[in-house]
């Protein structure tokens, strides 16, 4: 396994460690969110995947905000609206993995060329 895709699969462990552990300190755990996001956008290298992140972060949390305001579920601690503040920044952190793991299984799989 290369080195970059150790660092990238210990960002997304460390990213459901750190909710788990400090969902109710928004400002902490938005503050180590991004410094994963941007170690695994460091990693990446590509505009692509910064306008992937930006993308699936706000249309993620944005759709999570519908569902919240028409009373599907609720966030205990909401800082922005009724969200927290660190959910834009996990739900680009799940596209980048989503897609890492995509294109991992195409290669081993030779399903289709990976999405780059």
Sequence with gaps: ???ISLIQYICVIMSIVLVSLFWQN???LTALLLII???LLLT???KEHLIIFILAGFSGAGAEAIAIYFGAWTYSNPNIY???TWLI???GIASLTILKLF???SNVL???KPIK
């Design 44 to 46: 990446l290298k590509t």
């Design 103 to 105: 294109n991992s299984l």
């Design 37 to 39: 996001a941007t170690v």
């Design 89 to 91: 920044l996990l739900w």
């Design 82 to 84: 009724v969200l927290p």
């Design 1 to 3: 396994m290369k080195l």
């Design 110 to 112: 030779k399903l289709q």
């Design 26 to 28: 928004n400002i902490l």
